[in-house]
């Protein structure tokens, strides 16, 4: 079975045709990359496999059944900025996660279940190299801290999906080397499918199990409208990375590491004022 299978879809905005006809058929496990030029349409065709937005002719479907109307807890999502909630703390934003997807009329879980959540909560934030910033709030975070963050939240609720929007795309290259390190560790453990939009293609290459570049055929201004975005290339990275089987290089706190035990890494905020 696949675990994204996308026919012959069509997004129209009005007069503009933004994709068109696009089918693809993603593996369960897979990391796919999605690049192309800007405004080809890869943030919408994310947006479509969320549910923010549906498709005007096509269909999606997730593990063989017609995508769900509203975005849930099967699918999760990290944007570049904001995708976390700054009156919470880390461990509050971690917690929310398995508070919505558990509890959505309520966004509260107790007794048992509670202090269950709350543990699983602190080994996912100790995972993501976040140890010892449970307490913090978002603006006390570097923004490799924030979207370490974001990806437990995402992950706290167990997406057989995760949907990335050029997350590591406002980092430094160094601290977007590590989180590449870590992106790849949840996604070696973790039972889902990524897909991830891109504007870099080494980042593509680095992280992916196969790309597939969008691009407007006839891009004349005068076209533009009428033809959307198809598939140009769609590449399998070799050699084969395969989800469950890779050797990563070590976790331990490393170089940019924001909690290492004797306080504070490259990417914590507090080294900028040291
Ligand atoms: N809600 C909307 N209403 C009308 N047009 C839209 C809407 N959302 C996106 N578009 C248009 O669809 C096209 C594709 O936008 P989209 O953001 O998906 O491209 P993109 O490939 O992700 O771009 P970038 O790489 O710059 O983020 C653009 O021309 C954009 O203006």
């Given at each position: 079975m696949?675990?994204?299978?996308?026919?012959?879809?069509?997004?129209?905005?009005?007069?503009?045709?933004?994709?068109?006809?696009?089918?693809l058929e993603?593996?369960?496990?897979?990391?796919?990359?999605?690049v192309g030029p800007s405004g080809c349409g890869k943030?919408?065709?994310?947006?479509?496999?969320?549910?923010?937005?549906?498709?005007?002719?096509g269909e999606v479907l997730i593990e063989g059944q017609p995508i769900a109307r509203e975005p849930g807890a099967d699918r999760g999502v990290v944007f570049q900025r904001y995708s976390v909630f700054p009156h919470l703390t880390v461990l509050g934003n971690v917690?929310?996660?398995?508070?919505?997807?558990?509890?959505?009329?309520t966004g509260r879980l107790f007794g048992a279940r509670r202090r269950q959540a709350q543990d699983e909560a602190r080994a996912l934030i100790e995972e993501v190299g976040l140890?010892?910033?449970?307490?913090?709030?978002?603006?006390?975070?570097?923004?490799?801290?924030?979207?370490?963050?974001?990806?437990?939240?995402?992950?706290?609720?167990?997406?057989?999906?995760?949907?990335?929007?050029?997350?590591?795309?406002?980092?430094?290259p160094g601290i977007r080397a590590d989180i590449h390190q870590l992106m790849l560790k949840l996604w070696?453990?973790?039972?889902?499918?990524?897909?991830?939009?891109?504007?870099?293609?080494?980042?593509?290459f680095t992280l992916a199990t196969r790309i597939i570049a969008f691009e407007r055929?006839?891009?004349?201004?005068?076209?533009?409208?009428?033809?959307?975005?198809?598939?140009?290339?769609?590449i399998e990275v070799w050699p084969k990375r395969i989800a469950g089987q890779l050797k990563l290089k070590s976790?331990?706190?490393?170089?940019?590491?924001?909690?290492?035990?004797?306080?504070?890494?490259?990417?914590?905020?507090?080294l900028k004022t040291a």
């Amino acid at each position: 079975m696949t675990a994204i299978s996308v026919r012959h879809l069509w997004k129209e905005y009005g007069e503009q045709i933004v994709l068109e006809d696009i089918s693809l058929e993603f593996a369960p496990r897979s990391f796919i990359a999605l690049v192309g030029p800007s405004g080809c349409g890869k943030t919408t065709f994310l947006r479509i496999l969320l549910s923010e937005e549906t498709a005007t002719r096509g269909e999606v479907l997730i593990e063989g059944q017609p995508i769900a109307r509203e975005p849930g807890a099967d699918r999760g999502v990290v944007f570049q900025r904001y995708s976390v909630f700054p009156h919470l703390t880390v461990l509050g934003n971690v917690l929310l996660s398995a508070e919505m997807a558990e509890a959505p009329l309520t966004g509260r879980l107790f007794g048992a279940r509670r202090r269950q959540a709350q543990d699983e909560a602190r080994a996912l934030i100790e995972e993501v190299g976040l140890k010892g910033a449970e307490d913090k709030y978002p603006a006390a975070l570097s923004g490799g801290m924030q979207q370490r963050l974001a990806l437990a939240q995402a992950i706290m609720r167990k997406p057989k999906i995760l949907l990335l929007d050029e997350p590591f795309g406002a980092l430094d290259p160094g601290i977007r080397a590590d989180i590449h390190q870590l992106m790849l560790k949840l996604w070696n453990t973790c039972e889902m499918t990524v897909v991830m939009v891109t504007h870099d293609l080494k980042e593509a290459f680095t992280l992916a199990t196969r790309i597939i570049a969008f691009e407007r055929r006839r891009n004349r201004p005068e076209e533009k409208a009428r033809y959307g975005a198809t598939i140009a290339k769609d590449i399998e990275v070799w050699p084969k990375r395969i989800a469950g089987q890779l050797k990563l290089k070590s976790t331990a706190p490393g170089r940019d590491d924001p909690a290492i035990p004797s306080g504070t890494g490259r990417d914590d905020p507090a080294l900028k004022t040291a």
